[in-house]
């Protein structure tokens, strides 16, 4: 029973100390070293758990048990020896002759001690029990302990020798082999003098204790080691990564200010071409209203106003190409009214197709929302664009169709589908594939008879995209061309005042008869005009004065404020403010305004009448407080709309005083 004790205690006592070699975590790096000790360490573990068994059987079980269980108590003992010769081996480091013999050896005694267990089974001469169920030692167990002795003394005389010849680490680890050598060769006499003491597994439990010290301590120099390399690394890490970070900051701060240059130089740039394109146009419309100007003339005006307004889109698109480029553009989500827009869109196109006579038919298909919430700017810059290509290359005779129908819903989402197609001159199927290319032109002679940049398709598809939507194209040349384009909207909760299908009755130019529009007047109303540019003020003035409007001129914002200030409430019907003006600019001027303690601060149209027309610009105007923005040059159709809009007065609501009774 005391050997079944000492056996457990010493398996016990052998998973304590090893605890962290046999339970290692999982990604941990393993040696080699360590690999072959715990290899080591399990066969002497099964070594023990025998040798405890061992103690149970021969007080308790019969000869038979106990002849099996000594048995495999050999089978571990062998297996021990033979782990241990490797771990040896890889612990002094020892790939060399020593090393060689140590190895051979290890399996020498590994297949003879098989050998012996073999025989020993038909016939006895390792050990056997007698009658008496007594333990009987036989000569091939002396063998057994003999070579094993002879393997702890060659150990033993090796490690030692060369304790006296290394130095550190080395020292010793030979030294420990060595004194664990000559310890094994004591216990080992001792075991087979005395068969029923535990000698031979106190050994190896002093043994792998020891050698677990110095495990750990090559555990210890190698996480240091590991440590040490990875703060190497991590220090060089740190050293590229500022050096990276210093180098991406410079280039971010060269980025940005390239791209603010950029920036300010679109912007002074597209300020700077519709100033003067304003004077232009506006001429050419007051000369087109011109009574006294003959015919001929007129015929040289329209084609100047033509080409100013090709000009004009040639500016715009260059610019929107190149805020699509440098990722400026950006689409708003606003609700809006989306059979307003349709309206807006199917007038001007309208306008377009009778000039050329062309048939223009627009229609719904299903049931839409009165309003959305999205970009209706870019909606309508997307619409315009298809359709006034379609216009441009449809012979006279053709015609153009625009059909709307609403998609998918889905959370709080609804896509809402357009198909404009044209019986025009159509693409090949080959140039199709480039359609959205920037500058691409299926002809060359394109320019000069359309008058195309090549860059219409190229801004609709990233605005359609932005609008997370999606652009396709069929196309057939001599026959024509259908666009399908995608868009996604958000879900409005508002509802129209009016009645609808009549709202989109007017927006396709299906008017109710039943229900008559009343005509907006503008006459007799007075506007203060803010504008520092002569020119510019002088044909705004002219083109109020078409319409019997009568116009105060500040020549900057702080005299605009002033003048507003210095009038009753009333007095001033709206106020069309340019931006950029010396002393105070039309931004601060509209703030100063609105804060004012005058009764209709609050409520007076103010109207940004200006060549900055970025989409920043629009939103720094609504952020000031101005009702709308219109971008030089300016349409009159587009001034008198909005003015109308705003504070025209229908002829009903006209005392005989002349005084406004409604404000609209």
């Known amino acids: ?188 006499i001792l075991q087979i003098q005395y068969p029923l003491w535990p000698c031979y597994s106190v050994g190896y439990m002093l043994g792998t204790s020891l050698l677990h010290a110095f495990v750990v301590e090559d555990k210890k120099e190698e996480y240091s080691r590991e440590l040490e390399e990875s703060l190497r690394r991590e220090k060089k890490q740190k050293q590229e990564l500022a050096e990276s970070r210093e180098v991406l900051q410079d280039a971010l701060t060269a980025a940005k200010e390239a791209n603010k240059a950029k920036t300010a130089f679109l912007s002074n740039m597209s300020h700077e071409i519709r100033t003067p394109m304003n004077v232009i146009i506006g001429l050419i419309n007051i000369a087109l209203d011109d009574h006294t100007s003959s015919e001929e003339v007129k015929q040289y005006l329209v084609k100047i106003d033509a080409s100013a307004h090709h000009l004009l889109g040639i500016i715009n698109d260059i610019l929107d190409m190149s805020r699509i480029e440098s990722g400026h553009l950006t689409v708003k989500s606003e609700e809006f009214s989306f059979a307003e827009a349709l309206k807006q869109v199917n007038g001007m196109i309208s306008e377009q197709c009778s000039e050329k006579g062309l048939i223009y038919d627009c229609r719904t298909a299903g049931q839409l929302d009165e309003y959305y919430i999205g970009d209706v700017m870019k909606l309508k810059q997307v619409l315009l664009n298809i359709l006034g290509n379609a216009v441009k290359f449809t012979p006279e005779g053709g015609t153009v169709s625009l059909t709307i129908e609403e998609g998918a819903r889905f959370d709080k989402k609804a896509v809402v589908k357009f198909i404009i197609s044209d019986t025009g001159v159509g693409m090949s199927k080959e140039f199709l594939p480039h359609l959205f290319e920037p500058f691409s032109q299926e002809d060359s002679s394109t320019t000069s008879r359309y008058g195309s940049t090549g860059l219409g398709m190229a801004i609709t598809k990233s605005i359609v995209e932005l609008m997370n939507g999606n652009i396709t194209v069929d196309s057939e040349k001599g026959k024509g061309t259908t666009f399908t384009v ?147 040059p300016v349409e009159p159709a587009a001034l008198f709309e909005t003015l109308e809009k705003l504070i025209g007065r229908s002829s009903a609501a006209v005392t005989d005083c002349g005084e406004p009774q409604e404000q609209l």
């Open 1 to 188: 029973m005391t050997y079944s004790i000492i056996g457990l205690l010493a398996a016990i006592v052998l998973i304590i100390t090893n605890r962290d070699v046999f339970w290692i975590s999982k990604g941990s790096t393993v040696t080699k070293t360590q690999r072959l000790y715990r290899r080591f360490l399990f066969g002497v573990l099964t070594y023990y758990l025998a040798d405890g068994l061992w103690g149970v059987l021969y007080n308790w079980v019969s000869s038979s048990l106990m002849f099996a269980e000594t048995t495999l108590y050999f089978i571990c003992m062998a297996a021990s020896i033979l782990f241990w010769t490797q771990y040896v081996i890889a612990y002094l480091e020892s790939d060399n002759v020593f090393g060689t013999i140590l190895r051979y050896a290890g399996w020498i005694f590994f297949v003879f001690e098989i050998s012996a267990i073999i025989i020993n089974i038909f016939y006895p001469s390792l050990f056997w029990f007698d009658e008496s169920g007594a333990y009987c030692k036989g000569p091939l167990r002396y063998a057994t302990f003999s070579i094993q002795i002879l393997m702890f003394l060659m150990t033993s005389i090796y490690t030692l020798f060369l304790t006296v010849r290394t130095e550190g680490k080395l020292r010793r680890r030979n030294l420990t082999i060595g004194l664990f050598g000559i310890a094994m060769i004591i216990l080992i």
């Open 486 to 632: 995608m868009v996604t909207f958000g879900e409005s909760d508002k509802k129209s005042n009016g009645n609808p299908m009549e709202e989109f009755g007017e927006a396709l130019g299906k008017k109710n008869e039943t229900s008559g529009s009343k005509a907006a007047i503008l006459e007799g109303r007075r506007i203060l005009l803010a504008e520092d540019v002569p020119i510019n003020a002088e044909i705004i003035t002219m083109l109020l004065s078409t319409r019997d409007m009568e116009i105060d001129l500040a020549e900057n914002g702080q005299i605009a404020v002033d003048l507003f200030a210095a009038h009753e409430p009333g007095y001033y019907a709206a106020i069309l403010m340019d931006m950029r003006m010396p002393v105070m600019d039309g931004l601060e001027a509209a703030r100063t305004i609105r804060r004012t303690e005058k009764e209709d601060a609050k409520t007076i149209p103010i109207i940004a009448l200006t060549a900055n027309a970025f989409d920043e610009d629009v939103q720094r105007s609504m952020q000031a407080g101005l009702n709308a923005h219109l971008s030089k």
